[in-house]
Structures are given as C-alpha cells and as structure tokens.
C-alpha cells in the first residue's frame, strides 16, 4: 500500500474507532471533542483513485448547518 493510502486509511479508522467510543457508556467525551476534530483535519487528501474520475466533493447535498 503506498504511504498517502495508508496514512488516510489510518486516519479514516482512527476516526471511526473515535465514534464507536464515543458511544461507550462511561466515554470521555470531553476528550472525544478535542479529538475528532484534531483527527478530522488531520485527514490528508484522499489517495488517487479513491473516487471515480469526474468526482466533486463539493457537489453533493448541503450537510446540515450549512447556508
């Protein structure tokens, strides 16, 4: 796996691995909230050929919060 694959699929896990605690009964989730985000900018650039060619992350639907 080259090294750009394995750093995102690291992050993506760690991130993962951050929500399913945060669902722990008795989770510290002060530490959850100053984590996941740290996690979440961290994520460098998806890998090439993560997503189909034509691929526009912005041009999907709106989240929510966002105007």
Do not use: H, K, N
């Not at 993962?16 to 740290?38: K, R």
């Amino acid at each position: 796996m080259c090294p750009a694959c394995e750093d995102f699929a690291r992050t993506v896990l760690l991130l993962g691995q951050l929500a399913l605690y945060a669902d722990i009964d008795g989770a510290d989730l002060d530490f959850v909230e100053v984590v996941s985000p740290a996690l979440a900018v961290s994520l460098p650039e998806p890998p090439p050929g993560m997503f189909p060619d034509g691929y526009d992350s912005d041009g999907g639907p709106a989240r929510p919060g966002d105007s």
